[in-house]
C-alpha cells in the first residue's frame, strides 16, 4: 500500500475547505442548519435529499464485492427512507451514488472519489480494497468530508486522518482471532490443531492478517513456519498446492481472490489434502465461491466481520430484503458491512441535524451506538476512537454448511456448531 501523508499543507487545506462549503451548497440545497434550529429549517436548507458516495469496484476482479457492497447500501437507504427519512431533518431522503474505483489502479479510486463529492456527496461508504480504501480516503480527507468503511488494513487507521471512520475490526485483530476462536471452537468438540500452514496474496492486509494468524498458532503451541505468499491474479495453483501438500499440515490458513481461492481449495483437494481449510473474509465468504465449489465448499472456514445470522437489531429484517430483492441466497459479509455504514451515517445525520460534511463527522466521532442497525456490528456496540476505528468491534469465525455460511464462534452469536468432521 502507498504511503500517504497524514495531513495536508495549510494552503490544501483552505481550499479544500472552501471547496466543501461550496459542495454543501449545492449538494444540500443550502447552508447546513445551525445549532438550534428546527427540522423544518433543516429540511429546508437540505433539500429533499442528501448524497451518500459509493466508491467500489464495479469493474474488473473485484467487481462481485462492489456490487454487494452497494446492494447492502441501497437496502439501508430503502429502510431509512420507508421509516420517513431523516426525522432531524423534516424528512430528507438518502440517496446514493455509484463510483467505480475500478480493482487495480488507486489513481481510479481517486477519481471516483473526488467526482462524488464534487457531485454533492455529503459522506462517503466504501471502498471493500485497501488500496481503494487508501485512495478514496485520501481525497475525502483533503476535501473534510468522511468516509465510513469496511476495509481492514491496520494502516489505514495509522495515518492521523479525522475524517476516516471503521466499524469492523483491524486485520491484526481477525488474524489473532482465528487462532484464539479456531482453537476455542475446536477444542469444545475435542480437536487439536499441530501443524499449521498460511499462503495467500501478498498485498498488505492479507500478509498482515495470514502473518497475524500463524503467529498465533505458533504461539499457542502449533508447528508453523513462514507463510507463503503469491502474486494474485493465478492461472495455475499446482506450485502452491504442492508446497502446501508436502507440508502435511493439519490446518491450511489462506485468503485471496474469489478465483485465486477456487484454484487453491479445488488443487488441495483434489490432491487429497483433507486438513480444514479457513480463509480471511473476501472469497471465502461470496456468493460466488460456493456456486463454483458447490458441495467443495461445505467445510471451509473463515474469519469475516460480519454475517447474516447475528442475532442483533435489524439484520432479520435486512436480511430478508435482501434475499427477496436480489435473489441470492444469504446477505454477503460486505454488504452487512456497508447496510450498518448507511445507517451509521443517518445517525450522525440525525444527531448532528445538517447535512455539512463537517458537522456529520463531528457527529460520527461523538456517536456511541448500542441498538438498531446502527450497532449491528459483532460487538453490538459502535462507537469510535481517535484513529478512527472501533473499540466494540469483534470478528466472526464461520463456516460453510449446506452450501451456507454459518456463525460458529464467539458462542454468543453462533447458530450452528462447528464441524470437523
Known amino acids: ?7 495536508l499543507s495549510r494552503a490544501t487545506r483552505t481550499a479544500a475547505v472552501a471547496g466543501a462549503s461550496a459542495l454543501v451548497l449545492s449538494g444540500c440545497g443550502g447552508l447546513a442548519s445551525q445549532s438550534g434550529t428546527t427540522s423544518a429549517d433543516a429540511a429546508a436548507s437540505c433539500g429533499d435529499s442528501v448524497t451518500i458516495g459509493a466508491p467500489y469496484p464495479f469493474s474488473g476482479p473485484f467487481t462481485e464485492f462492489g456490487n454487494n457492497a452497494y446492494q447492502g447500501m441501497d437496502i439501508a437507504a430503502k429502510e431509512i427512507n420507508d421509516a420517513g427519512g431523516i ?102 468438540i475435542g480437536v487439536k490443531f499441530t501443524k499449521v500452514v498460511g499462503v495467500g496474496p501478498n498485498d498488505t492486509a492479507n500478509v498482515g492478517q495470514i502473518t497475524a494468524a500463524v503467529k498465533a498458532f505458533a504461539d499457542a503451541g502449533a508447528a508453523a513456519g513462514e507463510p507463503d505468499f503469491y502474486q494474485a491474479g493465478l492461472s495455475d495453483a499446482s506450485p502452491i498446492v504442492n508446497r502446501v501438500a508436502a507440508q502435511n499440515p ?6 485471496g481472490s474469489p478465483a485465486d481461492a477456487v484454484l487453491i481449495v479445488k488443487g488441495l483437494r483434489e490432491r487429497g489434502v ?11 465468504v461470496a456468493p460466488s465461491f460456493a456456486k463454483n ?5 461445505n467445510g471451509l472456514i473463515a474469519v469475516t466481520a460480519w454475517n447474516d445470522d ?15 430483492t436480489y435473489s441470492e441466497a444469504f446477505m454477503p459479509m460486505e454488504a452487512g458491512e456497508s447496510w450498518v455504514n448507511v445507517h451509521l451515517v443517518a445517525e450522525a445525520l440525525e444527531t448532528s441535524k445538517s447535512c455539512d460534511p463537517e458537522k456529520i463527522t463531528e457527529a460520527l466521532r461523538s456517536l456511541n451506538v448500542a441498538k438498531g442497525p446502527a450497532a449491528a456490528m459483532p460487538g453490538g456496540q459502535v462507537s469510535f476512537s481517535k484513529d478512527g476505528t472501533n473499540p466494540h468491534a469483534v470478528p466472526l469465525l464461520t463456516q460453510w454448511q449446506d452450501r451456507l455460511p454459518k456463525t460458529v464462534w464467539p458462542e454468543k452469536y453462533a447458530s450452528s456448531k462447528l464441524s470437523l468432521g
Do not use: H
Request: net charge neutral; hydrophobic share 35%; proline share 6%.
Open 1 to 7: 500500500m502507498t504511503s500517504m501523508p497524514s495531513r
Open 87 to 188: 426525522k432531524a431533518l423534516g424528512g430528507t431522503k438518502i440517496k446514493l451514488a455509484k463510483g467505480d474505483t475500478g480493482s487495480a489502479d488507486p489513481a481510479q479510486a481517486s477519481s471516483a472519489a473526488t467526482k462524488l463529492i464534487d457531485g454533492g456527496a455529503i459522506a462517503l461508504v466504501g471502498s471493500w480494497g485497501s488500496p481503494q480504501t487508501n485512495s478514496a480516503s485520501t481525497v475525502a480527507e483533503g476535501a473534510r468530508v468522511p468516509l465510513v468503511t469496511q476495509s481492514w488494513s491496520d494502516q489505514l487507521s495509522a495515518r492521523d486522518y479525522q475524517y476516516y471512520f471503521q466499524p469492523p475490526p483491524k486485520s491484526s485483530q481477525m488474524g489473532g482471532a482465528s487462532s484464539a476462536y479456531l482453537t476455542a471452537a475446536a477444542n469444545s
Open 250 to 255: 493439519d490446518l491450511i490458513l489462506t485468503s
Open 274 to 284: 483433507t486438513a480444514p481449510i479457513m480463509g480471511f473474509g473476501g472469497a471465502f
Open 293 to 297: 465449489l458447490g458441495d467443495t465448499v
Open 310 to 324: 447475528l442475532p442483533l437489531d435489524g439484520v432479520e429484517a435486512a436480511t430478508k430484503s435482501y434475499r427477496e
